[in-house]
């Protein structure tokens, strides 16, 4: 019974949406005219590799200059291999899908069995189903998809965050767990990082509350001709630096110790979950306030880079390269800084109290419940999903998601080596020189895969960059990150999906506004007021209202 309920805790009705058309899927015809064998296929008949060659047809998207033809990858080549089964590809270049995927699921003429790396949100899935051209994959996922049904089993909340209110199961999902709970490594995106070579040079501690922070940057800043010559800098040292409103390089993480500990998790939505259950606005609270001032004191004090509201990362990497900053913020200082020697996470400061805020979703790490979809026109249905079921393999996919082994071309992301035990296990490699974005686009197929925590160490080692932010993140935050709840993924009905974004735009537009103006130029209680008067016209209590409903409904299902 249980399963049933959470099935449902993620979205709630949708009874409209459920014509004869979309069912068609599990047996006879359908809307866009395919005959379908459905769930009649014997799993044997499926189990592969197949006994005789077979071939489906499939769609999915490639990075700019990459290898356009999906079958001369070597991933592909092996999985053909192995199954006996042959795709028939047509492949489109990844910076056209955007504009081309709509017109692609609308030309029933043209329409594959499956598309492979399809990343639908909820919106996208639950047009598609109305419209009969993709099918519910529950019942496939029970009969002929064994790997996916025990990764399922493994880790129960992926399943209910892949279903609607009916229990429908639109699209496969993309899930790459690192960490769990307040150890997962999208804990925080906008990690803070301090040059601790600075502090090391000038005598300083790393600071620990608001103020210390405070006189460390004003130490930076008033030291800046010894710190130039010390480190033969080239440029303004700049105290700090980020990209206010930019997610993983915004600097509000820092005001999580105001108030009531908040902050702002969520750079999109602005919300957040009290242990007592209640979905809150961040931006309404006493915390929010009171950081955004302190911030605004910073930037008086010229602490803050000028340019903070208006760079784009390419700016902010090209300054951070030439070692010019005091505290940055990214997901990798490596991605910033010159290297990561000299640098080391920020930890939370103490202003009221300290805390951490888990960034939405954050507990079940990453997810996306669309990555993949099987079309109404496939005729054989059974077959195309135990072919995909290929790509939850423990061994799969981890090489769909980051490159393989025994490339041709000189580089690789893994060898083939073996865990404690003596059983295959892939190694990440040395790349040398090579870039890992570059060797990953190079060889990764993505699509449908799961990669979960206790993968590491039996089937994938973990990846350097992976290992050192996990540490970071048990080591610094998960002490301080001991909130009961984190707003998950929610499925939402096609009706509310569509409040959601309507509303979200607005309010989220309000804030970021907000955010952006008293930063640089303070703001008065008058404006704080006109500020929470502009969140109530954006309907401000619908939208949390609205959350409030899904996450009640979350926590139902667990009783």
Not at 141 to 164: G, S
Not at 243 to 271: C, R, S, T
Not at 298 to 314: G, H, M, N, P, R
Not at 517 to 529: H, I, P, T
Request: charge should be negative.
């Amino acid at each position: 019974m249980k399963k049933k309920s959470l099935s449902r805790i993620l979205a709630l009705g949708l009874t409209a949406v459920m014509t004869a058309g979309m069912l068609a899927g599990c047996g006879g015809g359908n809307k866009l005219g395919g005959n379908s064998k459905g769930l009649e296929v014997d799993p044997a008949e499926v189990a592969m590799p197949l006994a005789e060659k077979a071939t489906i047809k499939g769609l999915t998207q490639f990075p700019a200059g990459t290898e356009s033809d999906p079958n001369n990858r070597t991933i592909f080549k092996r999985l053909e291999e192995q199954t006996n089964v042959h795709v028939e590809w047509r492949a489109i270049q990844k910076d056209q899908w955007g504009d081309t995927i709509q017109l692609e699921m609308s030309n029933a003429k043209t329409l594959p069995d499956f598309v492979f790396d399809a990343g639908f949100g909820e919106v996208d899935l639950l047009k598609y189903s109305k419209q009969g051209v993709i099918i519910p994959l529950e019942d496939y996922i029970d009969k002929y998809m064994p790997n996916l049904k025990k990764v399922f089993e493994q880790v129960p909340e992926y399943e209910a965050m892949c279903r609607d209110s009916e229990g429908h199961i639109w699209g496969l999902p993309w899930i790459e767990q690192l960490g769990y709970h307040n150890t997962a490594i999208q804990l925080l995106g906008n990690m803070p990082f301090i040059n601790t070579a600075w502090l090391d040079f000038l005598g300083l501690e790393m600071p620990t509350t608001v103020d210390e922070f405070e006189a460390v940057l004003i130490a930076f800043r008033d030291n800046a001709a010894a710190l130039k010559a010390q480190f033969n800098i080239d440029g303004d040292i700049i105290p700090m630096s980020c990209i206010v409103n930019d997610g993983g390089q915004d600097p509000f993480i820092l005001i999580n110790g105001f108030g009531e500990g908040y902050g702002d998790p969520d750079a999109w939505k602005h919300l957040a979950v009290t242990d007592e259950g209640k979905v809150v606005s961040v931006a309404t609270s006493e915390g929010f306030k009171k950081g955004t001032a302190w911030l605004h004191k910073l930037y008086e004090e010229k602490l803050i880079d000028v340019e903070a509201f208006t760079q784009d990362w390419s700016t902010y990497v090209a300054k951070g390269k030439s070692g010019r900053y005091g505290v940055c913020f990214t997901w990798d200082v490596g991605n910033v800084a010159p290297s990561l020697e000299g640098w080391a996470p920020l930890p939370m400061l103490k202003a009221d109290t300290v805390n951490l805020t888990p960034a939405t979703a954050s507990y079940t790490s990453g997810f996306q419940r669309g990555r993949c979809v099987v079309t109404s026109v496939a005729e054989n249905p059974a077959l195309v999903c135990a072919w995909l079921d290929q790509m939850y393999a423990p061994l799969q996919s981890p090489q769909n998601n980051w490159g393989t082994y025994g490339e041709d071309d000189g580089f690789d992301i893994f060898t083939m080596g073996t865990n404690a035990k003596g059983e295959p296990m892939l190694q990440h490699a040395p790349l040398g020189d090579k870039s890992p974005v570059e060797v990953r686009e190079a060889e990764s197929v993505n699509g449908p895969l799961a990669i979960l925590d206790s993968y590491y160490g039996e089937y994938v080692t973990l990846p350097d960059d992976a290992a050192y932010r996990l540490d970071w993140i048990k080591e610094i935050y998960t002490p301080v990150c001991t909130a009961k709840y984190c707003l998950p993924s929610f499925f939402m009905t096609q009706e509310d999906s569509v409040t959601d974004s309507n509303l979200g735009a607005d309010i989220g537009k309000c804030v970021n506004e907000f955010k952006a103006r008293a930063v640089l130029e303070g703001f008065s209680d008058a404006d704080w007021d006109q500020f929470q008067a502009d969140l109530q016209s954006y309907k401000l209590d619908e939208y949390v209202a609205l959350y409030q409903k899904y996450f009640d409904a979350y926590l139902e299902a667990q009783k």
